[in-house]
T-cell receptor, first 116, second 114 residues
Framework: DTGVSQNPRHKITKRGQNVTFRCDPISEHNRLYWYRQTLGQGPEFLTY????????KSRLLSDRFSAERPKGSFSTLEIQRTEQGDSAMYLCASSPGGGRGTDTQYFGPGTRLTVL | AQRVTQPEKLLSVFKGAPVELKCNYSYSGSPELFWYVQYSRQRLQLLLR??SRESIKGFTADLNKGETSFHLKKPFAQEEDSAMYYCALSGRGGRGSTLGRLYFGRGTQLTVWP
C-alpha cells in the first residue's frame, strides 16, 4: 500500500497521559497535514508542513499539542496531558506541494483517540 | 471568515433517482472547491474538484460564484453511491497554486435505497 499510513489506528488512554501518533506520507510528497474530526463534524485543520518546516498552525492546536516532521518525511503529533475533549479521529494527509495548480490532499485512515 | 456549509446532514433517495448534495461557501479570496467522499470503513478520498470540470462516477459539480455554491449532482443515483460526502474549500495563492489548509463542511450522509 503506497498511500498515507497512520499508526496506531486506535489509542485508548487515561486523562492526563501523553500520546503520540505517527503519520507516513506518500513518498516524495512535500506537504503533510494534520486534521482532527469529532463525531458529526467534518475534519478541522490543525497544522501543516512543507518539508520539515511547520508553516501554519490552527488556534485549535493548544500548547498541549506539538507536531514535528524532523526530516521532511514522517510526522508525529503529540498530545500532552490528554483531556476527554481530545477524544477524536486524528487524520493525516499529504500532497505533492509547490508549483502551480491544484494541490490534492490524500488522506490516511486516521487514528482514533479515546480519552477515558 | 472562511466557511463551508452543507445544510443537509442526511439525504435519502431511491436508486435511479436524481440526487443533489448542497454546498455553500464563504471565502474572501479566490477559492478552490472540492468534494471528498468516505465510503463505509474506508478513508476519505477526493471525488472531484471544480477546477478540473470533470465527471467522476457520474457526479458533477459546478462552481457558482454568484450564489457561492458548489452543489454535487448525479442524475441517476446507485446503491454504491451511499457514503458520507464532504464539501471542502481551499484558498488559491499566487500563480494559481493551492494554499495549505482545507476547510470542510460537516458532511452529508447519502443513502441510496434499492
Amino acid at each position: 500500500d503506497t498511500g498515507v499510513s497512520q499508526n496506531p489506528r486506535h489509542k485508548i488512554t487515561k486523562r492526563g497521559q501523553n500520546v503520540t501518533f505517527r503519520c507516513d506520507p506518500i513518498s516524495e510528497h512535500n506537504r503533510l497535514y494534520w486534521y482532527r474530526q469529532t463525531l458529526g463534524q467534518g475534519p478541522e485543520f490543525l497544522t501543516y508542513f512543507q518539508n520539515e518546516a511547520q508553516l501554519e498552525k490552527s488556534r485549535l492546536l493548544s500548547d498541549r499539542f506539538s507536531a514535528e516532521r524532523p526530516k521532511g518525511s514522517f510526522s508525529t503529533l503529540e498530545i500532552q496531558r490528554t483531556e476527554q475533549g481530545d477524544s477524536a479521529m486524528y487524520l493525516c494527509a499529504s500532497s505533492p506541494g509547490g508549483g502551480r495548480g491544484t494541490d490534492t490532499q490524500y488522506f490516511g485512515p486516521g487514528t482514533r483517540l479515546t480519552v477515558l | 471568515a472562511q466557511r463551508v456549509t452543507q445544510p443537509e446532514k442526511l439525504l435519502s433517495v431511491f436508486k435511479g433517482a436524481p440526487v443533489e448534495l448542497k454546498c455553500n461557501y464563504s471565502y474572501s479570496g479566490s477559492p478552490e472547491l472540492f468534494w471528498y467522499v468516505q465510503y463505509s470503513r474506508q478513508r476519505l478520498q477526493l471525488l472531484l474538484r471544480h477546477i478540473s470540470r470533470e465527471s467522476i462516477k457520474g457526479f458533477t459539480a459546478d462552481l457558482n460564484k454568484g450564489e457561492t455554491s458548489f452543489h454535487l449532482k448525479k442524475p441517476f443515483a446507485q446503491e454504491e453511491d451511499s457514503a458520507m460526502y464532504y464539501c471542502a474549500l481551499s484558498g488559491r495563492g499566487g500563480r494559481g497554486s493551492t494554499l495549505g489548509r482545507l476547510y470542510f463542511g460537516r458532511g452529508t450522509q447519502l443513502t441510496v435505497w434499492p
